[in-house]
């Protein structure tokens, strides 16, 4: 869960911080301001989503490293990497679906994002497993 945390708080130090470089990322020269004053708006509207997305995962992310030092005693946080990778991965699949991004685009999110899910889920503190814990 350390590292888990540590790369939700690094994309969300991004997303907020640096939301021409997330521009960067799905193919834009820059941020573009030289819009028309309505599109001016959106791209700032859309500078403000990744701001607040990135201070989610960056809360997020220092969660999931405080719950991982004892995740017997903080079950409620490995639970909630389980239902934070499983929502994850449901957006994920779902914009493929939707076709606002293509499997090649984002195939390494998805796989990382897969195999930590199983991760939790394999090594979750299961009520039959907490004696082997203490």
């Known amino acids: 869960m350390i590292l ?3 790369i939700q708080m690094a994309e969300g130090l991004v997303m907020w911080l640096m939301p021409d470089r997330i521009y960067g ?3 834009f020269d820059k941020f573009p301001t030289e819009f028309p004053t309505y599109m001016s708006v959106a791209t700032d509207f859309v500078a403000y ?3 607040i997305t990135g201070a989610t995962l960056i809360a997020g992310g220092f969660f999931f490293i405080i719950g991982s030092f004892n995740p017997v005693k903080n079950v409620n946080a490995v639970r909630f990497a389980i239902l934070w990778s499983a929502l994850t991965l449901v957006g ?9 991004v ?6 390494w999110n998805l796989l990382v994002t897969a195999l930590f899910l199983i991760g939790f889920l394999l090594f979750f503190p299961w009520p039959w497993r907490r004696e082997s814990y203490k």
């Open 4 to 6: 888990y945390g540590a």
């Open 25 to 27: 990322y799905i193919g």
């Open 49 to 51: 989503i990744l701001a």
């Open 92 to 100: 994920q699949i779902y914009t493929i679906v939707k076709g606002y």
């Open 102 to 107: 293509t499997f090649g685009a984002i195939w």
